[in-house]
């Protein structure tokens, strides 16, 4: 049974910072790519960030130079820094792993950012 365990979100002014971390069951190398999603109210999920097993990144546009996603192979982990926080970035933040064609969600974590 994989599991994905967030955590990390809260609430923070516009232009501060907060870092989600997912504790992933196993080992982060078992899986394709792992990321994050986020969904706001009346909004469909979107992807915000990935990392695949080779270390290769990629971000939607809007969190581009703001947002950067790592991973700490040793302690199964992966992070989320996000900096210059905006109102917009209120969602709630899934954690995601893919392992080929099986896809793993976390529970969601919220992040409110007020104005």
């Known amino acids: 049974q994989v599991q994905l365990v967030e955590s990390g979100g809260g609430l923070v002014q516009a232009g501060g910072s907060l870092r989600l971390s997912c504790v992933v069951s196993?080992?982060?190398?078992?899986?394709?790519?792992i990321g994050w999603y986020r969904q706001a109210p009346v909004k469909p999920r979107e992807l915000v960030s990935t990392?695949?097993?080779?270390?290769?990144?990629n971000y939607v546009d809007s969190v581009k130079c703001r947002f950067t996603i790592s991973r700490d192979i040793v302690k199964n982990t992966v992070y989320l820094q996000m900096n210059s926080l905006k109102p917009e970035d209120t969602a709630v933040y899934y954690c995601y792993a893919r392992r080929f064609v099986d896809h793993y969600w976390g529970q969601g974590t919220q992040v409110t950012v007020s104005s």
């Open positions: 196993g080992s982060t190398a078992n899986f394709n790519a």
């Open positions: 990392i695949s097993t080779g270390g290769n990144t």
